[in-house]
């Protein structure tokens, strides 16, 4: 008997239709990948067979029983648990708070925090039940969804992205945890764009293109290649990483010390860090050890740095704001997509004036149609699947407003552009297009700044890698010296100590 059947599903929106005519078979204990391109209508199956979306025709049978799945809290009845790539986490509250809420009241506060340490410590998941979730990065905001959907006991368990803010050490231990449930009967619904991970793990894939079925096929016996042709019908482009032309020093951070704002936030220690222009310096690390401090200190969210200990082309810019940084020629792209990144329900159009009022703006005026154009030409660029400048944020897929978000900072030209994740949760074909876009905005002299738990992305775009732990940065590394065990054991804070922390010595740039 099949754990999970989906017979004939559509979902049609106003601007696009999601799902057409879809049908879906998933076996007790089988981890089943759903794979397709940013927009193909991955996730708007998973929320119909999580009753938080309705679909317009079709069957949904469980255990071979017809089934109408209306909320959340039924699917969770039936054995349903979802994990999803946008987390629904309440900030204010603790981890044990919230992962409380979905339990229902069969267990106090006290209980449900025991249960989360002692899940957590089987799973090798790090999570912290006190901690409130505002305090906590993307990656421990996973680890708590993970947590909370195990709790449940699940027969079915929908994951959608979950490795995609985690680091490889991570992801081995959530791929142990998987097979074990597994072996123990769950079935496994398994969204994500990693290729690698999909024929490591996955038993049986179905692929979607365009709100489709495109094809079934058993992943082990799959390339990356093939699968990615069955995904955006061809393989992503190669990347062209040359040899770095260094120009002037860009971004020089020296002695930068901060208290954490946060009582669960990190200290940052002595940072020293510099980037040239023409070149890409990577930020590896696991989540939580001061990376959101460090992006705040270089982005002016927090303007408590010391006077002198963060310089943009030899100015001291420690206490300018934001606004000021983008004068000036620093933008960046922040680790959130939704409150942070863009405003959900403001358009498209209207999320560019977030950073880019100066080029759509003058003598107090905004230039409307200017903000439309603009929307429409990164909309364009990036390849961005929209209902136009006019769609609202939070109607986009969450690759596809990554694309945006990054395009809309490439757009504009920076001379230094910090980026946090560039690629979380997006397909093969759109972390290729804004790799490529990366490394041209480096070939044509900007200075970038790379933070990201996905060391395959650093090695293949960066020139130089620092590692920060604790609240640290390492010496510097040429990517082309480095390597991903180097990188690994030095994420645990054991590295080389030396009279300097970070910054290049002159002509210790990568070439690669």
Not at 174 to 182: A, G, K, N, P
Not at 201 to 206: D, K, V
Not at 305 to 326: T, W
Request: hydrophobic share 40%; proline share 5%; charged share 20%.
């Amino acid at each position: 008997m099949l754990r999970l059947e989906l017979i004939g599903i559509s979902k049609q929106y106003p601007a696009v239709k999601a799902n057409d005519n879809v049908s879906l078979r998933v076996k007790p204990g089988e981890i089943h990948a759903v794979l397709g391109e940013n927009g193909a209508g991955k996730s708007t199956m998973m929320k119909m067979i999580y009753g938080a979306v309705r679909p317009d025709a079709g069957e949904i049978r469980w255990n071979g029983q017809l089934v109408q799945i209306a909320s959340p809290a039924q699917a969770r009845d039936l054995g349903v648990s979802m994990v999803y790539q946008h987390f629904s986490l309440f900030d204010t509250l603790t981890a044990a708070e919230n992962v409380w809420l979905g339990l229902g009241k069969k267990f106090t506060l006290a209980e449900v925090a025991a249960r989360i340490t002692q899940v957590a410590s089987t799973y090798g998941l790090d999570v912290e039940p006190e901690r409130p979730v505002h305090s906590l990065s993307v990656g421990e905001r996973q680890r708590v969804e993970i947590v909370r959907a195990l709790l449940t006991d699940p027969k079915l368990l929908i994951l959608d992205e979950p490795t995609s803010v985690l680091t490889p050490q991570a992801v081995e231990k959530l791929f142990v945890t998987l097979r074990q449930l597994s072996e123990g009967g769950c079935s496994i619904l398994y969204i994500s764009h990693k290729l690698d991970e999909i024929r490591a793990l996955c038993h049986h894939c179905t692929v979607l293109r365009g709100g489709k079925v495109t094809g079934e096929v058993d992943p082990a016996k799959e390339t990356n290649a093939s699968l990615s042709r069955l995904m955006i019908g061809s393989e992503p482009p190669q990347l062209k990483h040359v040899q770095a032309r260094l120009g002037v020093l860009t971004l020089d951070v020296q002695q930068l010390s901060l208290p954490k704002q946060s009582p669960f936030g990190t200290n940052l220690k002595d940072i020293a860090l510099q980037v040239r222009a023409g070149e890409i310096v990577g930020v590896a690390g696991v989540s939580g050890n001061g990376q959101q401090e460090l992006m705040a200190a270089l982005s002016g969210e927090d303007t408590r740095a010391p006077a002198g200990s963060v310089r943009l082309f030899g100015q001291d810019i420690a206490h300018h704001s934001p606004s000021q940084r983008r004068k000036e020629g620093l933008h960046f792209v922040p680790e959130e997509r939704l409150g942070r990144g863009a405003v959900p329900t403001l358009s498209l159009a209207d999320n560019t004036l977030l950073t880019r009022t100066h080029t759509v703006g003058g003598s107090g005026w905004i230039k409307v149609g200017e903000v439309r154009r603009l929307a429409a030409h990164i909309i364009d660029r990036f390849n961005v699947k929209a209902g136009g400048a006019g769609a609202a944020a939070k109607s986009l897929s969450g690759g596809n407003l990554q694309k945006f978000i990054v395009g809309r900072e490439i757009d504009a030209r920076p001379k230094l552009l910090i980026v946090s994740q560039p690629t979380w949760g997006v397909d093969v074909g759109a972390a290729a297009l804004i790799r490529g876009e990366l490394l041209k905005l480096r070939d044509e002299g900007c200075a970038l700044l790379v933070v990201s738990e996905e060391l395959d992305e650093l090695f293949e775009i960066c020139d130089r890698l620092v590692v920060i732990a604790a609240g640290r940065v390492s010496p510097s590394v040429p990517t082309a010296q480095a390597t991903i065990e180097q990188i690994g054991e030095w994420m645990s804070g054991l590295w080389p100590q030396g009279p300097q922390s970070g910054a290049a010595k002159s002509g210790e740039v990568a070439h690669a």
